[in-house]
T-cell receptor, first 111, second 114 residues
Framework: QQQVKQSPQSLIVQKGGISIINCAYE??????FPWYQQFPGKGPALLIA?????SEKKEGRFTISFNKSAKQFSLHIMDSQPGDSATYFC??????????FGTGTRLQVFP | EPEVTQTPSHQVTQMGQEVILRCVPI?????FYWYRQILGQKVEFLVS????????KSEIFDDQFSVERPDGSNFTLKIRSTKLEDSAMYFC????????????FGPGTRLTVL
């Protein structure tokens, strides 16, 4: 019930393409869904986050789509750039509780 | 821009030894967290801390682990008797917890247990 399932494990996209990463959760008590970006040797950095009262949130080239009934959410990276190459983690939490992370997606964007 | 800092960046220790990992959260934050990431795996929650006490802890956070906020700025994670399987990156995070759940992560401490 506390798991967050993430797919795919790895993703290769050409520069300018769209990267899509999917996550699913079971616990309906989760009310906060962030995405973190992690470069090798660095800590996770918050990219974008959403709450279940909205179905979509966009910040620049990054968009979260949220489907409450399906208990799924996804990250779309438009116009993917080589600098976006990193590992992306979805996560879920309840207020003031520790984040439950997905297993991560390693994104490689080729020029 | 304020950031979470962690020391040391790399700690090597012998099995059975005690280690203390240190973190300086962002100054106006009230909520503090420790996570770990075994090489190549996902980030796992260990413990959250608020108002000088543990708010929540995971199954990983057993009696070998303890946390402390010894003064107004530091937040520490102590592992009493390290095991080989404690080798991992340990991340500290902090958040305001007011109107947002955003957690800001430090750069991590790589712990190697020999």
């Amino acid at each position: 019930q506390q798991q967050v399932k993430q797919s795919p494990q790895s993703l290769i996209v050409q520069k300018g393409g769209i990267s899509i990463i999917n996550c699913a959760y079971e616990n309906t008590a989760f009310d906060y869904f962030p995405w973190y970006q992690q470069f090798p040797g660095k800590g996770p950095a918050l990219l974008i986050a959403i709450r279940p009262d909205v179905s979509e949130k966009k910040e620049g080239r990054f968009t979260i789509s949220f489907n409450k009934s399906a208990k799924q959410f996804s990250l779309h990276i438009m116009d993917s750039q080589p600098g976006d190459s990193a590992t992306y983690f979805c996560a879920a939490s309840m207020y003031r509780i520790g984040l439950i992370f997905g297993t991560g997606t390693r994104l490689q964007v080729f020029p | 821009e304020p950031e979470v800092t962690q020391t040391p960046s790399h700690q090597v220790t012998q099995m059975g030894q005690e280690v203390i990992l240190r973190c300086v959260p962002i100054s106006n934050h009230l909520y503090f967290y420790w996570y770990r990431q075994i090489l190549g795996q996902k980030v796992e929650f260990l413990v959250s801390f608020y108002n000088n006490e543990i708010s929540e802890k995971s199954e990983i956070f057993d009696d070998q682990f303890s946390v402390e906020r010894p003064d107004g700025s530091n937040f520490t994670l102590k592992i009493r008797s390290t095991k080989l399987e404690d080798s991992a990156m340990y991340f500290c995070a902090s958040g305001t917890g007011v109107g947002t759940d955003t957690q800001y992560f430090g750069p991590g401490t790589r712990l190697t247990v020999l």
